[in-house]
């Protein structure tokens, strides 16, 4: 599965979802907003904006693999060419 993401509808907004299911064991994740038109939504209580759900593993191993990964993905971003330049320079 790929997902792609364009820039217009990047957000610097992330936060923390917790789920309790049928068994009484909670899951946690880390949730990307993207932006979404005000027009999509009828009240303030309705939150149905589009976003990017991690659903984070148990085991501290991989947990901790996954904050590496994102570390990574920081790394990149700051470090990725800019618009326009194709060289590498900022």
Known sequence: MRINVY???LTDEVQVEQKTS??????SAVRF??????RLHHTIDDDDRS????WLPRSDER???FARAL???????????REGSGDGEN
């Open 7 to 9: 820039s217009q509808e």
């Open 51 to 54: 976003g990017i759900t991690f």
């Open 63 to 65: 947990l901790e693999a």
């Open 22 to 27: 049928n068994t009484g064991r909670v899951y």
């Open 33 to 38: 907003m993207l932006h979404s038109s005000d």
């Open 71 to 81: 570390e990574e993905a920081a790394y990149l971003v700051r470090h990725a060419p």
